[in-house]
């Protein structure tokens, strides 16, 4: 009797199970915070008992592997949350934030090169002591420095230790709904604080503290750096070609970098699994030689290996292409050790390493791409691939292409809309071209670096990369003007993400194994899928909000009713596509709503808002007031900009019942229109501090 395609699946991919409870832990640790006590309890009981069990008689442990697996989960799940709790900077005895007050001095190194920004040049930094009673403290944690622009030095860059006296800012979130969680971004990064200094707000010491890979990575990419601009014409194409060789994003064209996220190529200048995928195909075309004999054949993988590794330490070591690096050499050692090796346990098994290495690597959606992606190509590539039988050999080389596309797009495409919440509707015009030109241009531009000292041949091959990258960026900007290049606004929950998902994997069963079982799973998942939707429409038709945003220096405010909204605020915010699309198109996207010219239930006059029986006073500027016979009921007083306004005035005009605080209030007065409030005990919410101020009118 044959065994069930699932228990055969489960049985040849032995990684999966012990991948599935290290995700499990990794995820109760983040969510519960586990005492790390118990999590060393579950291990250790765990681990006893499987010492124990793997002593008994085989014919005994087979009747009881059951057992043996709940432990071997068990395990992992303990393994995972120590490893959680383990990565998480702020667990450590020697974290600097344990011992810091703010008028500590710090002694930081910078960990690269500093980056200019529009007031500003970044850099990180990692915190090597605390300055504390005269007494110097080795320490551990990193953060984000800000230089004003007059404030740089000579000899300010990476390596370069600074002694800092202004005192360190918490990394906060903006707080506004739907909004990117920065905070959890940069923690997870090891990041916990930042500062911004000016002349005179720190000393630079002359000493240095460079790291073997600093050594060796920065000049080598300033190497590069001045071979592609010796010889890549064109601002926007030297700035792709920048990215596209080692990841140096510097340079790149903003409106060109939109292009490509709008058009679904953004992959192309992401250095990720495409790029070292390249690399492996090429390495693999030329070290095939050597696979023909039996005294080299060994020798073949420990080259590609290499490759693949020092094109990634060329490309800045970053965490993209790390993951991408470890995939190929688990497949190069997999395909070397057995031939019959499951390309699913193979995946598992990298996976596995890198969620070991940082399990924080979990929430990132670049991991979960690549991974969702191979999957997909190795699940419905074939199936796809096999719709159209074309003998020609070129026009079946140009499917074959666009059936790896396709395939790709079926797992990522959850995936990239939960996170995104757009999906490019062109992705199949421009992977057509940009896939395989990208990978021209980057072959072109590793022989152009080979060849960079005949000076002759290198800027011949400039101008041919140069044309090249032209093509790509026109067509990639002419296919975004289509009117079914980008479908944006979309939101899914996370339930719909993973109902997705099951439609996904369950036509994947039913392709591969021609099971009905699967098919069925996939039409009660569409049907979930859209029940699901149905209902977030419904709640979102009946909603009814007053959202003041958190936006740095400006006024924003949306009054909501069902899926409509109304804007107040600062027209340059409107004006602002990055201001806007970062602060306030999430929230929108969130509650599904769009711009309305008119809203019921709602005057709009100066600086007093009736809205669905609120009252609202704005008070963006000086407002003056007689003190009447009976006080009236304000609902929310909203402070913004910087009005000359005395709250305990204005409480004899007005019964207050609630104060808020927006982004464009000066930081100097807030604490003595706070002290006004305490004093009155009129609750109040500064958005800087607490994020966005959101007022259900429907409760």
Not at 20 to 36: D, E, F, K, N, R
Not at 230 to 236: H, L, S, T
Not at 440 to 464: D, N, Q, R, W, Y
Request: net charge positive.
């Amino acid at each position: 009797m044959m065994p069930s395609p699932v228990l055969y699946f489960w049985k040849h991919v032995p990684f999966l199970r012990y991948l599935l409870p290290l995700v499990a832990g990794i995820m109760l640790q983040w969510h519960s915070q586990t005492l790390v006590l118990m999590l060393w309890l579950s291990a250790g009981v765990s681990f006893v008992f499987l010492s124990f069990f793997f002593a008994i008689p085989f014919f005994r442990r087979y009747k009881s592997s059951w057992v043996s697996g709940v432990f071997i989960s068990c395990l992992f799940i303990s393994i995972g949350g120590l490893l959680t709790w383990s990565q998480d900077i702020r667990n450590r005895e020697d974290w600097f934030a344990r011992y810091y007050s703010g008028d500590t001095p710090v002694v930081v190194s910078l960990n690269e090169p500093l980056v200019e920004k529009a007031r500003s040049f970044k850099a990180d930094a990692s915190i090597q002591y605390i300055i504390h009673d005269g007494q110097v403290n080795k320490v551990k944690g990193k953060i984000i420095v800000y230089f004003s622009k007059d404030s740089l030095l000579p000899g300010l860059d990476y390596g370069s230790m600074l002694i800092l006296s202004k005192p360190l800012q918490e990394i906060k979130n903006a707080g506004n709904p739907g909004g990117f969680d920065y905070k959890r971004y940069a923690l997870f990064q090891g990041i916990t604080h930042q500062v911004y200094v000016k002349p005179g707000e720190f000393q630079l010491l002359k000493e240095k503290h460079v790291t073997f890979f600093q050594q060796l990575f920065y000049p080598t990419r300033e190497k590069v750096l001045t071979i592609l601009r010796a010889n890549i014409k064109g601002n926007k194409e030297l700035g792709l070609a920048e990215a596209l060789l080692i990841g140096y994003k510097n340079d790149l064209d903003k409106s060109l970098v939109q292009s490509y996220t709008n058009t679904g190529v953004v992959h192309v200048i992401a250095i990720s699994g495409l790029h070292i995928g390249l690399i492996y195909w090429l390495l693999t075309l030329l070290l095939k030689p050597l696979r023909r004999t039996k005294y080299s054949r060994w020798l073949a993988p420990l080259l590609i290996i290499a490759g693949l590794w020092a094109f990634s330490l060329l490309a800045g070591g970053q965490p993209s292409v790390l993951r991408s690096a470890v995939m190929f050499t688990c497949i190069v050692l997999g395909q070397s050790f057995g031939r019959d090796t499951s390309i699913y346990n193979t995946l598992a098994f990298s996976a596995f390493i890198l969620l070991c290495y940082n399990p924080y690597w979990l929430w990132d959606v670049g991991f979960q791409l690549s991974y969702t992606a191979v999957l997909s190509i190795v699940i419905f590539m074939k199936p796809i691939y096999h719709w159209f039988y074309i003998k020609n050999k070129a026009l079946d080389f140009i499917w074959k292409m666009n059936a790896v596309t396709l395939a790709a797009q079926i797992l990522t495409l959850p995936v990239s809309v939960y996170h995104f919440h757009q999906f490019p509707g062109s992705f199949w015009l421009t992977n057509f071209l940009a896939v395989p030109l990208s990978g021209i241009i980057l072959i072109g531009e590793i022989l152009l670096c080979a060849v960079s000292f005949t000076p002759a041949i290198a800027l011949f091959v400039g101008k041919i990369l140069s044309w090249l990258i032209w093509v790509m960026n026109g067509y990639i900007e002419r296919v975004e003007q289509l009117p079914f290049a980008l479908w944006d606004g979309w939101q899914i929950n996370r339930g719909q993400l993973f109902l997705l998902l099951g439609v996904a994997a369950g036509t994947g069963y039913w392709l591969m194994e021609k099971s009905r079982k699967g098919l069925v799973m996939a039409l009660l998942c569409i049907l979930g899928f859209a029940i699901l939707r149905l209902y977030s429409f419904a709640e979102a038709g009946r909603q009814q909000k007053i959202i003041v945003y958190n936006v740095p220096q400006r006024k924003a405010i949306d009054l909501i009713d069902g899926q409509n909204y109304f804007f107040i605020g600062d027209e340059d915010l409107v004006a602002d596509d990055f201001a806007r699309n970062f602060h306030l198109k999430p929230s929108r996207v969130l509650h599904r709503i769009a711009p309305a010219a008119e809203m019921d239930d709602l005057i709009n006059t100066d600086n007093y808002i009736l809205y669905k029986r609120k009252k609202i006073l704005l008070a963006d500027t000086t407002i003056f007031y007689d003190t009447p016979g009976k006080k009236e009921d304000i609902d929310l007083l909203i402070i913004s900009q910087n009005p000359k306004l005395y709250i305990a005035r204005l409480s004899n005009t007005f019964h207050i019942r609630q104060v808020v605080f927006d982004g464009s209030v000066p930081f100097w007065k807030l604490p003595y229109w706070k002290k006004d409030c305490d004093s009155l005990h009129i609750p109040y919410h500064d958005v800087n501090e607490k994020g966005a101020f959101v007022m259900h009118l429907n409760e």
